[in-house]
């Protein structure tokens, strides 16, 4: 089938790898607008956007892919693939192609709905998460699924350690998705939305650690938010990120730290440089 491929981030990377390097073809890929990044201002491509031209693949970059869809007409894409894109779709977009979209989403759907599903299932202390293969509707990760795969969540996995296993299972259950869906095989099956958790996008006040919940959780926070945006308590005026933590017998140990504009550092050596 032709594949136009919606995705931004790196997350979106082996999805895209195993499209190029299947049976399908990508005729285009759509990606948000490069961002101007760090003190300079430098103009910075996006992961997925880096692939596209590197592959010489036509890469697309509207504000607005749902008010732009006839950027489209050219490659008259059978089907639309989306991989943490990070624009919300109209309708007009979810019946452009001829097999509508599917979504690669982070999670077991229901379960984490939403911008941030590998991180909140880390933070409420799930011990696997998994990928669902998906045919996107106009709510939010509501839409009916097609394919779904668990994997677990090991005790000391961060969201970095999970993003790359979770990403590779999703690009296999894609492959396997576009073949049942090219071969009329595929079953589309309704989310029971009675079971349905959200999966907010992360804000800065997510990570502020409150030292009077247990142990266990305070843990589970600084795991779902590393590498970013880290969980962090303010010390002297002064925003200390905890990069690493656990339990130990039964009481909180942060292991790993780092001050504003330091380089992270032991929590012993952290302690040892202040009164």
């Known amino acids: 089938m032709k594949v136009a491929f919606f995705g931004t981030p790196s997350f979106a990377i082996p999805s895209l790898q195993a499209l190029v390097a299947s049976n399908h073809e990508v005729v285009c890929i759509v990606a948000q607008p490069d961002k101007a990044v760090g003190r300079g201002g430098k103009i910075q491509h996006s992961p997925v956007k880096e692939f596209g031209l590197r592959h010489s693949i036509p890469v697309l970059q509207p504000e607005k892919i749902s008010r732009e869809i006839e950027l489209l007409d050219p490659y008259k894409p059978d089907i639309i693939v989306t991989c943490a894109f990070g624009q919300m779709l109209r ?3 979810l019946d452009y192609a001829s097999h509508g979209v599917i979504n690669v989403h982070g999670s077991l759907l229901p379960k984490y709905r939403g911008a941030a599903p590998i991180q909140w299932a880390i933070i409420n202390g799930e011990t696997e998460t998994g990928v669902t293969i ?9 839409g009916d699924m097609i394919l779904w795969e668990s994997i677990p969540i090991q005790p000391e996995d961060t969201a970095g350690d999970l993003f790359p296993k979770v990403a590779d299972l999703g690009a296999k259950l894609l492959l396997q998705t ?18 349905a958790t959200p999966a907010p996008m992360l804000t800065r006040e997510v990570g502020k650690i409150d030292f009077t919940r247990p142990a266990e959780e305070i843990v589970n926070l600084v795991r779902g938010l590393n590498p970013w945006p880290s969980a962090w308590f303010e010390l002297d005026g002064e925003i200390i990120k905890v990069h690493k933590a656990r339990v130990d017998n039964g009481e909180l140990e942060l292991i790993e730290v780092q001050p504003p504009n330091k380089r992270r550092m032991s929590y012993k050596d952290f302690l040892n440089g202040r009164r």
Do not use: E
């Not at 998906?134 to 509501?142: A, E, F, L, R, S």
């Not at 073949?179 to 589309?188: L, N, Q, R, S, W």
């Open 91 to 93: 309708q007009n977009v």
């Open 134 to 142: 998906m045919k996107t509707d106009i709510g939010m990760d509501t």
């Open 178 to 195: 576009l073949d049942m869906i090219a071969t009329g095989v595929a079953k589309f099956i309704p989310q029971n939305n009675a079971l």
